[in-house]
């Protein structure tokens, strides 16, 4: 027996090859139950999309149909210990993708996909006959947190981008979209409460030119004139939200509260120390107004956005930003100044404690956990609030690790897409760690997993986001799903190169070779 090249991506957790091949025609019938009639439907749409096959489903697992059949079914299978993976069997009569859950079904058939022979990718031709060659592998992902962060306050891209992305990330078997949706730059979410956090929040006049951010000073850098607008209406957002949820991806939210709120404070002055005026900022970098943590409406206005944004999305976790809030006008305000007195917070460092703490009480009231960017970590941080590691201090998340704390995996210098290739190659990122080597092993299940993102502060449309993410993505999603021990990347060079037809098919503007080995 020949081992065959399957070139799969994220590499499996087993894979065993068989002789011969299953064909697959115009008259392979999907069967299935009632339960993943939906998933089924998804599989036949593939098959119509990629290769023009449209093939029948039938609701029936009790048939006496035997050859040229396409089985998905779940079980109850007490040997199957990660409930998140599943079996694909491939023999000359059928195939056959079993799982303890749905989701698992799911990635089987992602799995399935990619055994389609790349020649045969959109050939459309009505006599097609597919081989696809006789397979069992058994997977499940190693991380629970596989996750893609999108920023869209710095520029704004819309439904049909971001649908784009789903997809891509479902076939990369990638279960979490972190989806920034407000910055200095722009308020992205409709608050039916707070009308102007969108009429105002959501324009800016441009963005400067410069990319330095340190050189950014007052009036010294031109701006570009190009406007820069847009939100989701709450009901762009639930379909969003519907057409993750049939992906198997959640859709995190994060509202950035108490600093990168310039865009909040130009629509609401009154929630800052100072009164304001703002403008929408048209710079990048860290700005020195933030939410006055003396005030109450400050509370208000935020437990009301609040409020809204989980009346809208079902995820458990919400994000609250958290990152690089300055300290500096706080120190001046005398509401601030109060607020330490009153609640005998010590000094303005343990302000941001002491509103991360409230919020996330309030959220955990109405059934939902916080996670912020690790910037939100001190001794005072409430037990259940996740950490998401970025930059500094990594010492200081790992004592928390240690102390029972969850944390998420964004190492900015691995897994930060923004930044060009010949900073982060795409070999960098693949062979990005998550599991810090300092941290005990009896502590690695506090890493809940890997998250790449991609801010935009200088990604302004779609050609520029497809090509900063794809392939680097790609590399993450393996990091996420598949065994450290699995892990190549000669091996992954030259499956990704099989799976770039898949990119094709979905005219994906990736980095090429040539661009991404510097
Ligand atoms: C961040 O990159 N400021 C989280
Ligand atoms: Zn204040």
Known sequence: MTLKELDIIPEPV???????????NEQTLILTDLKLKAIAEQLKQILLITLGLNIVIKEDLQTKESNNIIILKTINNEKQLNHKGYTLIVSPNHIEISASTPSGVFYGIQTMQQLIPTDKIGSK???????IPCVVIEDYPRFKWRGFMLDESRHFFGKEVVKKILDLMALLKLNTFHWGLTNDQGWRI???KYPL????????EGTTSQRSYRSNKK???PLDGIPVSGYYTQQDLRELI?????????????????GHTTAALAAY?????????????????IHKDVLCIGKEKVFEFTQNVLNEIIEIFPSNIIHIGGDETPKRRWKRCLDCQARIKDESLGSVENLQV????????YLGSKGRQVIGWNEILNDKLIENAICHYWTMNLKQVLEHARLGRKIVMSEFSAVYLNYPYNHIPLERTYNYEPIPNELESKFHKRILGIEACLWTEFVKNKKNLEWQTFPRLIAVAETAWSPKNKKNFESFQKRLEKFNKWLDLFKVSYAKKEEYLL
């Open 190 to 192: 409709e608050i039916k």
């Open 197 to 204: 956090l969108t009429e105002i929040g959501s324009k800016r």
């Open 269 to 285: 002055p009154e929630l800052s120390c100072t009164g304001g005026p703002f403008k929408v900022s048209t710079r990048f970098g």
């Open 219 to 221: 009036n010294k850098v």
């Open 242 to 258: 519907q057409y993750a949820t049939e992906r198997f991806i959640t859709i995190i939210p994060e509202s950035n509260f108490p």
């Open 14 to 24: 087993n894979i065993s090859s068989k002789e011969g091949a299953f064909t697959l």
């Open 354 to 361: 002491y509103f991360t703490n409230r919020i996330a009480v």
């Open 125 to 131: 031709n009505i006599d097609l006959e597919i081989s």
